[in-house]
Every structure is written in C-alpha cells, then in structure tokens.
C-alpha cells in the first residue's frame, strides 16, 4: 500500500473503489459521538432536469432527507446524492439503484468518477492547527488523514505507511467509535511526542493517561469531519483535494487494473480480426454470385456450385463468422496466473 500512497502523491492519480464502509476498509461508529453535526456543504450542479422540484420533493418524502444535486447521466436515468451518497432512480422516482454505472466502452467507473468530484476537499481551507504533524524524509508530499485510535483499518494502514518517506502526514483524531476513543484521542493528542503515542496506540502499546480537562481540539476536529462528510475512518486527503476512504487492498486493485488493460488489448485484436475476416467473406461471396450470374464454363460453374452448396443446405462457409486470432493472443492471456 506504502507504493500506491507514493504514487498518488506524486501523480494525484487515484482509482477508488465503489461500495459499503466495510468493503471499503472503514470503520463506521455505530452511533456518532456527541458532535454539532453541520450541514453537508453545496455541490456543484450538473445538468438540469426536468421537473426538478417534484423529483426533490419525492426524493424528501421517500428518503426522509433533501438531495444535495439532482442531474440528468448520459444513460438515461437521474444522478442523486442523498448523505453524500450517489443513487439512480427513474424521472417518476419509482425505482432506484445503487451501485457502480461503469461506461463498457472506455471501461471507466462513472460512479466512482463522481464521487470524486462530490467530495473533493479544498485542501488549503483545512485546519491543519488541529492535526498533529509527522515529516519524514523532505517531506515533500503531503496527506491528511482522519483517524480513531480503535480502528482496526486505521492499524493497517499504519503498517503499511511505515515504509513512506519523503512525506509529511497530517492526523486529525476523529473518535467517532466510542467513548474510549475519544479518550485515547485525548491521551495521544497531551502527550509529549503525538507522533510516538500515536504509534503506541496504533501498535497495542499503552499511552499514559492525562487528566480530562486537558485542553485538545477534539471538538473542532469532530465538527470539521462532520462538515466534510468524513462517515469512518481511514480516511486520506490529498494535496489535490482528493479523498480516499479506507485502507483498500492495494495488490488486488493493481491486479485488476493489468487486468482492464489485457481485456482492452484482447477485444481490439479480436475487432481487428473480425474486421478482416469480414473483408474476406465479402470478397468470396462476391466472386461466387459472379461466377453463378455470368455462367461460365461447366467446370467453374461446379466449382461456384459447390462453393455455394454449404448455404443451399442452411450449413455455413467454413471461413463465416470465424474469429481466428494470433496464437496465445487470448488464451494465452486469460491462462496468465495473476502476480
């Protein structure tokens, strides 16, 4: 993961993947701790829709809450965003669906596209006061992360943020799983070196308690995530104001994309092919209604009459509607063990 995290902050070049908190790699609380829960901010409409309104008012009714945009998608359905979260439903609001709309032809995550666009962060705008800071190396690049010191994800990117450098990591505390969370937070956040309590925590060693009235910007810190949309933690901002939520596995993800590009190369070879076999099934069926229609010699027209025999009886050419790639082209490919 340590690879990734390096390469987005270099390139901001993120591919996230759309689902529940825990297909995510989050940890979601069960019920917020006591926080001033702001309202989400505005997001930038897209296209506009047709009876609009209505389509607010039924959404209200039926989801017991306001949608952020509505806007029209190229597939014919309606984008709407309700808690931060994306939704398709029908002009009549009748059906709904939920999940990923990825566009066949460019095999791009329109979804998980918008998403992006949605919770982009203005990164200059954070109040970076409230975090603690931790330079490695230069520390050259940056990222923000919201953390809970009992989140099990937030130990596993831990681990796999050690092997970074060249970075400065930015950690808002955001104990939003429990009590005990808040208190740890409160611990990690009055000690002498955060940096070395939060890796403490982080690895199941025990941080001296402090006294409760220990100033701390936990507060703050729960009403930014709040106003954000932060919903569990890991979460990661980057200096591009990219977000990505949870602590994903990074190797099944690069596979996948190998993947995408083998099927890609695979489906333009076989375009490629069934275009030139076209051109030669044209040719052949042209040669053999000539040789019929002009009535040449006996013995040519025996060989046309056999040429053509195969259709007469229903059967086809061999050479119709045959794929015929380079060897290994495709089998070769899908036969490949994934790295």
Known sequence: MSKLLSAILSSTAIALAAGGAQAQGMDVPQKPVAAAAAAAPALPAGGAVA????????????????????????FGLIEVVVGGEIYYVDPQVN?????????????????????????????????????FKEVRGKGERVVVTFQDP?????????????????????????PILSQDSFDK??????????????????EGRTVPTTAAECPNPLQKTLELGQK?????TPT????????????????????????????????????????????????????????????VSSSDASTADQRLRPHALGHRHPR????????????????????
């Not at 009055?190 to 939060?198: G, M, P, V």
């Open 51 to 74: 009876g609009e309104d209505q389509i607010r008012i039924k959404l209200e009714q039926r989801f017991g809450r306001a949608p952020t945009t509505v806007q029209r998608t190229p």
């Open 95 to 131: 059906y709904m669906l939920s999940g990923k709309v990825v566009d066949l032809r460019t095999q791009e995550d329109l979804t998980e596209k918008r998403r992006m666009d949605i919770t982009r962060v203005d990164f200059k705008s954070l109040p970076l006061d409230l975090a």
């Open 150 to 174: 009992n989140c099990g994800y937030c130990r596993h990117l831990h681990d796999s943020m050690k092997a970074m450098d060249n970075v400065t990591i930015y950690t808002f505390l955001y």
């Open 185 to 202: 937070s409160r611990d990690v956040w009055c000690s002498k070196d955060r940096t070395a309590a939060w890796a403490d925590t982080m």
């Open 228 to 232: 954000l949309g932060v919903n569990g």
């Open 236 to 295: 990661l901002v980057f200096a591009d104001g990219r977000r990505l939520p949870g602590a994903y596995p990074i190797k099944r993800r690069r596979r996948s994309k190998r993947r995408r590009e083998r099927a890609r190369a695979d489906r333009a070879r076989i375009d490629q092919v069934r275009v030139e076999n076209s051109a030669s099934q044209l040719r052949f069926r042209s040669r053999a209604r000539l040789t019929t229609a002009l009535r």
């Open 320 to 339: 119709e509607h045959r794929v015929v790639l380079p060897a290994g082209a495709v089998a070769g490919v899908r036969a490949r063990s994934p790295k």
